[in-house]
């Protein structure tokens, strides 16, 4: 399929995994419902499988053949939703155990104002958004497609469900690890963000997996019938 086909499903993902980057921002987390960074956590794993799979049905122009992925990659939603994605996925070790790679240091200094603070935080996280997505695309894109290849034999719910499913085990795990935690201590304490605020958790979560997962459901549907 044409990959802007996935265009709209990949947007949703995009605005997903950069509300969870901004939760990484202590400043807006203190604001927020104690649930909804780790409801948004437990999103980017499956939704990132889940771009994955979408990603790897869809076809690029032949003239881009022997170019190398990030020039082969046009559509932005796509380029928006596999980097934020992936300074997600950077932002957690770097954050928790308080280290930089080079330039890059996502913690802001304590002395700084609330407004340089948040300065900091953007420009060592999205600003940095090239070399993001050249490592997103170098490692990350392909990875994904080696391992989202057996659910492309699936129909396509059965495929979204599960990579969903899979997903959510192995952010789990990978989170677990990144962070220093067991993975029975982080899953307890998601389990215990979402019974101290169900409501705003489920919905939150609604939002993040369902939603996205229908819409590239649908437009994957209309593209093959078209």
């Known amino acids: 399929?044409?990959?802007?086909?996935?265009?709209?499903?990949?947007?949703?993902?995009?605005?997903?995994?950069?509300?969870?980057?901004a939760t990484r921002f202590d400043a807006l987390a203190a604001k927020l419902?104690?649930?909804?960074g780790p409801a948004l956590m437990v999103a980017q794993f499956p939704l990132l499988l889940l771009s994955g799979y979408f990603e790897s049905r869809t076809e690029y122009e032949e003239t881009n053949a022997d170019f190398p992925?990030?020039?082969?990659?046009?559509?932005?939603?796509?380029k928006l939703a596999?980097?934020?994605?992936?300074?997600?996925?950077?932002?957690?070790?770097?954050?928790?155990?308080?280290?930089?790679?080079g330039p890059l240091d996502p913690t802001p200094?304590?002395?700084?104002?609330?407004?340089?603070?948040?300065?900091w935080f953007t420009m060592f996280t999205v600003g940095m958004f090239f070399p993001f997505y050249l490592a997103a695309t170098g490692a990350l894109v392909p990875v994904l497609r080696i391992v989202t290849w057996p659910l492309r034999m699936l129909p396509p719910i059965v495929a979204g469900l599960l990579a969903l499913a899979a997903g959510g085990g192995l952010g789990v795990v990978v989170l677990a690890v990144v962070s220093s935690q067991k993975v029975g201590t982080l899953v307890g304490q998601i389990r215990d963000a979402y019974r101290a605020n169900p409501a705003v958790g489920l919905m939150v979560s609604a939002l993040t997996l369902v939603v996205p997962y229908v819409i590239g459901l649908i437009r994957g549907r209309d593209e093959a019938g078209a």
């Open 69 to 78: 992925l990030w020039m082969k990659i046009k559509s932005k939603p796509v």
């Open 33 to 36: 419902p104690a649930v909804v």
């Open 82 to 101: 596999f980097t934020f994605a992936f300074i997600y996925i950077a932002l957690v070790p770097l954050q928790t155990w308080d280290v930089s790679i």
């Open 109 to 119: 200094p304590l002395s700084f104002s609330l407004q340089q603070r948040a300065m």
């Open 1 to 21: 399929m044409p990959v802007s086909a996935f265009a709209p499903y990949f947007m949703v993902a995009a605005l997903v995994h950069l509300a969870g980057i």
